[in-house]
């Protein structure tokens, strides 16, 4: 699976749009981008995934780069359960049938 | 939907005791999953299930650790004896092959 970089911390205003960046210069045609989250003394959950074409659903929008070497998800408007460690992952499957590889990730903070 | 659901929640016992830790996967997910996550490791894998037979194993840290699925609903987790290190958050996740994984919200084990 290809190595991704994320900022470590962020901050972001209740109600203004966050978005958080990752770069994945190495990744290969057939890699998928996720993303994931964890909140505090929660398990991770899954948010989004896309191979190219940018993607949205009721929790984010992910945009990826034409060459696929970085991506930014989008939180349209921030509140403060939003506050988590977001992940970005890159892997070959669609499916999950192998180990998920989580790095440092980036710790978001929704300020009121 | 119910999601992957853990139990206990929170378990503290002495060095040496044996633990079991419980896991139920959303229905029809055909891949079970238990991670380990420490601040020290981040999250790791320990092993995996594909329809209740286990995949890989490798992450098991030594024969001290054990786990079962003996049908689709159902798998637990044992380490006997305990040990101080491994105190940690474990964490159980399920899918499908064409699926995200999904995970529940952990149990947060303490050894004296």
């Known amino acids: 699976d290809a190595k991704t970089t994320q900022p470590t911390s962020m901050d972001c205003a209740e109600g203004r749009a966050a978005n958080l960046p990752c770069n994945h210069s190495t990744i290969s045609g057939n890699e998928y981008v996720y993303w994931y989250r964890q909140i505090h003394s929660q398990g991770p959950q899954y948010i989004i995934h896309?191979?190219?074409n940018n993607e949205t659903n009721e929790m984010a929008s992910l945009i990826i780069t034409e060459d696929r070497k970085s991506s930014t998800l989008i939180l349209p408007h921030a509140t403060l359960r939003d506050t988590a460690v977001y992940y970005c992952?890159?892997?070959?499957?669609?499916?999950?049938?192998?180990?998920?590889?989580f790095g440092s990730g980036t710790q978001l903070t929704v300020l009121p | 939907d119910a999601g992957v659901i853990q139990s206990p929640r929170h378990e503290v016992t002495e060095m040496g005791q044996e633990v079991t830790l419980r896991c139920k996967p959303i229905?029809?997910?055909?891949?079970l999953f238990w991670y380990r996550q420490t601040m020290m490791r981040g999250l790791e894998l320990l092993i995996y299930f594909n329809n209740n037979v286990p995949i890989d194993d490798s992450g098991m840290p030594e024969d001290r650790f054990s786990a079962k699925m003996p049908n689709a609903s159902f798998s637990t987790l044992k380490i006997q004896p305990s040990e101080p290190r491994d105190s940690a958050v474990y964490f159980c996740?399920?899918?499908?092959?064409?699926?995200?994984?999904?995970f529940g919200d952990g149990t947060r084990l303490s050894i004296l």
């Open positions: 992952i890159v892997r070959v499957d669609p499916g999950s049938a192998r180990q998920l590889t």
């Open positions: 229905s029809g997910h055909d891949y």
């Open positions: 896309g191979l190219k």
């Open positions: 996740a399920s899918c499908t092959s064409n699926q995200p994984q999904h």
